[in-house]
C-alpha cells in the first residue's frame, strides 16, 4: 500500500509518499481503508523532534492521528464494527510509528465511532482531534452553560472554531477574536468577532462590560496575559495552546461518548467542520507546508485518498 513515512526527524522535506507493507489486524483492532486524514499541527511538531524526551519514534514513521474511512476487516474479538462500516478515529498512540496518513491503517476498535451521515470525508477526518480538544475543553474543563459569555482567542481555527460551535450549543454567547480576515466567517458561525490586538480589552468590554464568564485560549500571543483585564470575577480561563498560572492546559484524549457526542451534534446541524484545503496523500509534503504557514483560511487541511 502507498503511504506517507520519514526515516529521520525533519520539516517537510523529509516526508516521503512510499510503498509500505500493508497493516496486520489483532485480535482487537479493526483494519481502516482510509479515505481522508487530517493534518494536525502536532504532526509537524513531533516530526520535529520536539516530543523526542516523551515519545519514541520507531522508523519509518508513518504520521497521522485523525481517520475517517471504510472498515476492510475487523478483528476476531472486535462485534461492534462490521466490513463495510463507515468510521471515524482519533487513533494516537504513544509511539510515533503507525498513523493515518496512508491508504490503510490498522487501529484498535476503542478508537473508533460511526462517521457522521451528513459529513464529506474530509470534514469527518477532520472532526476527531480539534473535536476531542474543543469538547473537552467547553464541556469538561471550562463547564459552559446556558446563558453565559465566552470568549475563545483564535476562534477561526481548527479548535476555535469548533469550540465556538459547541459552546453555542451549549446556550453560551460566543465572543471569537481574530484577524479582519476572519470576522466574516466568525459571523457566519454566529460568534461576535472582535479585533486581536492592542485595542481588544476595549472592544470586549463594550460588548460585555462586566467581563466574559470562560476564556478559552487557542492562539494568539500574549492573549493569557489579558484574563483579568477581560474576565469577570472568578472567570474560568483554559488553553490548548499555552500554559499560565490559574490557566488549566486541555490536552485532547480519547473518549468515544465524546466524539460520539460531537458527531451528533454534526448530524444535528449544530456543528459544522470547516475544511480550507483538500489535498491528495502524494501531495503530504506540500500540505503540510501550508499548514506551518498558516493555512488557507479557516478550517482543516486534509488529505483524501483516490
Same mark, same amino acid.
Given at each position: 500500500?502507498?503511504?506517507?513515512?520519514?526515516?529521520?526527524?525533519?520539516?517537510?522535506? &523529509?516526508?516521503?509518499?512510499?510503498?509500505? /507493507?500493508?497493516?496486520?489486524? =489483532?485480535?482487537?483492532?479493526?483494519?481502516?481503508?482510509?479515505?481522508?486524514?487530517?493534518?494536525?499541527?502536532?504532526?509537524?511538531?513531533?516530526?520535529?523532534?520536539?516530543?523526542?524526551?516523551?515519545?519514541? =519514534?520507531?522508523?519509518? %514513521?508513518?504520521?497521522? +492521528?485523525?481517520?475517517?474511512?471504510?472498515?476492510?476487516? &475487523?478483528?476476531?474479538?472486535?462485534?461492534?464494527?462490521?466490513?463495510?462500516? *463507515?468510521?471515524?478515529?482519533?487513533?494516537?498512540?504513544?509511539?510515533?510509528?503507525?498513523?493515518?496518513?496512508?491508504?490503510?491503517?490498522?487501529?484498535?476498535? /476503542?478508537?473508533?465511532?460511526?462517521?457522521?451521515?451528513?459529513?464529506? +470525508?474530509?470534514?469527518?477526518?477532520?472532526?476527531?482531534?480539534?473535536?476531542?480538544?474543543?469538547?473537552?475543553?467547553?464541556?469538561?474543563?471550562?463547564?459552559?452553560?446556558? !446563558? *453565559?459569555?465566552?470568549?475563545?482567542?483564535?476562534?477561526?481555527?481548527?479548535?476555535?472554531?469548533?469550540?465556538?460551535?459547541?459552546?453555542?450549543?451549549?446556550?453560551?454567547?460566543?465572543? !471569537? /477574536?481574530? /484577524? &479582519?480576515?476572519?470576522?466574516?466567517?466568525?459571523?457566519?458561525?454566529?460568534? *461576535?468577532?472582535?479585533?486581536?490586538?492592542?485595542?481588544?480589552?476595549? *472592544?470586549?468590554?463594550?460588548?460585555?462590560?462586566?467581563?466574559?464568564?470562560?476564556?478559552?485560549?487557542?492562539?494568539?500571543?500574549?492573549?493569557?496575559?489579558?484574563?483579568?483585564?477581560?474576565?469577570?470575577?472568578?472567570?474560568?480561563?483554559?488553553?490548548?495552546?499555552?500554559?499560565?498560572?490559574? %490557566?488549566?492546559?486541555?490536552?485532547?484524549?480519547?473518549?468515544?461518548?465524546?466524539?460520539?457526542?460531537?458527531?451528533?451534534?454534526?448530524?444535528?446541524?449544530?456543528?459544522?467542520?470547516?475544511?480550507?484545503?483538500?489535498?491528495?496523500?502524494?501531495?503530504?509534503?506540500?500540505?503540510?507546508?501550508?499548514?506551518?504557514?498558516? !493555512?488557507?483560511?479557516?478550517?482543516?487541511?486534509?488529505?483524501?485518498?483516490?
Amino acid at each position: 500500500m502507498k503511504a506517507i513515512i520519514y526515516r529521520r526527524y525533519g520539516g517537510p522535506e &523529509v516526508l516521503e509518499f512510499a510503498e509500505v /507493507s500493508e497493516p496486520k489486524v =489483532a485480535q482487537n483492532s479493526v483494519l481502516i481503508r482510509v479515505k481522508a486524514a487530517a493534518l494536525n499541527p502536532a504532526d509537524h511538531v513531533l516530526q520535529a523532534g520536539l516530543g523526542d524526551s516523551i515519545m519514541d =519514534a520507531w522508523f519509518p %514513521v508513518i504520521p497521522g +492521528w485523525d481517520v475517517a474511512g471504510i472498515v476492510e476487516r &475487523v478483528g476476531a474479538g472486535v462485534t461492534e464494527f462490521a466490513v463495510g462500516d *463507515e468510521v471515524i478515529g482519533f487513533v494516537r498512540e504513544e509511539i510515533l510509528h503507525h498513523g493515518t496518513y496512508a491508504e490503510m491503517v490498522s487501529v484498535p476498535a /476503542s478508537t473508533l465511532v460511526r462517521k457522521p451521515n451528513n459529513a464529506t +470525508w474530509a470534514q469527518a477526518a477532520g472532526l476527531p482531534l480539534a473535536g476531542l480538544t474543543a469538547y473537552q475543553a467547553i464541556v469538561h474543563s471550562l463547564h459552559v452553560t446556558k !446563558g *453565559e459569555t465566552v470568549l475563545i482567542h483564535g476562534a477561526s481555527g481548527g479548535v476555535g472554531s469548533l469550540a465556538a460551535q459547541i459552546a453555542i450549543a451549549q446556550g453560551a454567547r460566543v465572543i !471569537g /477574536s481574530g /484577524s &479582519v480576515l476572519t470576522h466574516s466567517y466568525l459571523r457566519s458561525i454566529a460568534v *461576535e468577532p472582535v479585533l486581536y490586538g492592542e485595542g481588544l480589552v476595549g *472592544e470586549v468590554r463594550s460588548l460585555v462590560p462586566n467581563g466574559v464568564d470562560a476564556i478559552l485560549h487557542c492562539g494568539g500571543r500574549g492573549a493569557l496575559a489579558l484574563n483579568a483585564r477581560l474576565g469577570s470575577t472568578g472567570v474560568r480561563v483554559c488553553s490548548v495552546a499555552d500554559s499560565a498560572p490559574g %490557566v488549566t492546559t486541555v490536552f485532547a484524549r480519547m473518549d468515544q461518548a465524546d466524539l460520539l457526542q460531537l458527531v451528533e451534534l454534526v448530524e444535528a446541524g449544530l456543528l459544522i467542520v470547516p475544511v480550507a484545503a483538500v489535498y491528495p496523500l502524494e501531495a503530504a509534503a506540500q500540505a503540510q507546508l501550508t499548514l506551518i504557514n498558516g !493555512g488557507k483560511g479557516p478550517g482543516k487541511i486534509v488529505l483524501e485518498m483516490d
